[in-house]
């Protein structure tokens, strides 16, 4: 049975992964912060899901992790690592606590480099016919900074390059690193992020953020089930992609915010964002 290690199958992203993996047979080792979880996802996946207890900023939990998945699959080795742990704490970066915004690094970076470490050796052991493979769940804004989610947008774009170093330096062991790039996706990550409109109500952009609901993203958001068919791609492809993206939709909000130069996508959020009454206000 192949064997999968996935970051942060509480909820959303993750979650759905994990079902997934274990329905077509996969030995999946998925990470949770909570013991009631781990109860609840044995109870869902059943016997192929075995919870590891672990934050993935914990790299003594994360070494107990090893030593427990490595007593399970042996000489087996381990088929895939899933980096998809991740927060997104939205605010403007102008006001943003240094605490909020290292977390996003933490976590969403470092967390992820942690678990690579750490289960390098069961990757190189993988005995299905090729060494092991690392997917790491990106975002669109690991490519696209808009504004108001700068942590999240830096943190992103540094698990890219972080990836693209890895994958290089992982060649001399044959270890291959995907990356996925989800739009927006259906998932509690918004409503997690949803206290915006609450929490920089002191700023300057309070304002902009009055009626500003992030929960509302899920209403038009892309279904789990798009990114876990990615990742399982990515794991599974003979020849996979270096990076898989799901924009929400191809042209305007991938291909042209990419396309144009800066200037011009910053008067485009400009006025998409409708930054001119309170330039005026601010100016007065
Ligand atoms: P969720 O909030 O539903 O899931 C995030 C998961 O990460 C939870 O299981 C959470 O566990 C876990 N987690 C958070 N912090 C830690 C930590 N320190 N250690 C271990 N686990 C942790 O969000 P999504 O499913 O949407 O997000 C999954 C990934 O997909 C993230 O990396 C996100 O950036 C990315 N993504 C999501 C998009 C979206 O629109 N939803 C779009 C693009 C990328 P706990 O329950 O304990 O907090």
Known sequence: MKAVVVTGVSTGIGHGLAHTLCQEGYRVFGTVRHPGQAEDMRGSCGTNFVPLLLDVTDRDAIAK???????????????????????????????QSPEAFARHFDINVTGALNMCQAFLPL??????????????????????????????????????????????ELLVYG?????????????????????????????????????????????NAQPVSKVTAKV????????????YALPDKWLIYWMLPRLLPDRILDRLIDRALKLSPLREKLKS
């Open 65 to 95: 992790a090893v030593a427990m998945v490595e007593a399970e699959v042996g000489p087996h080795g381990l088929f895939g690592l899933v980096n998809n742990a991740g927060i997104c704490d939205p605010g403007p970066l102008s006001v």
């Open 123 to 168: 990757l190189r052991r993988c005995d299905a016919g090729r060494p092991g493979r690392i997917v790491n769940m990106s975002s669109m804004s690991g490519k696209i900074a808009y504004p108001f989610i700068g942590a999240y947008a830096a943190s992103k774009h540094a698990l890219e390059a972080m990836s693209d170093s890895l994958r290089r």
């Open 175 to 219: 270890v291959d690193v995907v990356v996925i790039e989800p739009g927006t996706i259906d998932t509690p990550i918004w409503d997690k992020a949803g206290h915006i409109s609450t929490s920089f109500t002191d700023s300057d952009y309070a304002p902009l953020f009055q009626y500003v609901n992030l929960a509302d993203n899920r209403k």
């Open 232 to 243: 399982i791609e990515g794991l599974t492809a003979a020849r996979p992609r270096a990076r």
